[in-house]
């Protein structure tokens, strides 16, 4: 049983901690943590900007002033993915969702495809 063990911490050394895996390994990691780091600032960017469209969506509803006027104009929802979205980023087309809620018989969902999302 020792041969063995030695045997297989020997071949462990000469197959996966020779130089050019080590190097495979080191730069596909630095590869790894820099696109999770993309993900975390967009996520951060779209955090910000759904601060921003919640204050816009307070302002326009502090002006309506019946439930008739909410029939008729809605309300609109801003859908953000969970956090665990920075490891996949651009990896769907529904960054981030906005959607339209009111009286009528249609539900009204679409993307912005301006700037980035374009």
Do not use: A, W
């Not at 609109?76 to 969970?82: Q, S």
């Amino acid at each position: 049983m020792t041969t063995f063990r030695s045997f297989l911490i020997l071949e462990f050394k000469r197959l996966f901690l020779s130089k050019r895996n080590l190097t495979v390994l080191v730069i596909f990691l630095v590869l790894c943590i820099g696109l999770v780091e993309v993900g975390i600032r967009q996520y951060r960017d779209m955090e910000k900007r759904k601060e921003t469209f919640r204050e816009l969506e307070r302002k326009k509803v502090e002006q309506i002033v019946n439930y008739d006027q909410y029939s008729g104009y809605g309300f609109r929802l801003f859908f953000m993915p969970c956090s665990l979205s920075t490891l996949f980023f651009n990896s769907s087309h529904f960054t981030e969702l906005t959607c339209s809620i009111d009286s009528g018989e249609k539900l009204n969902i679409y993307s912005l495809f301006k700037k980035k999302n374009f």
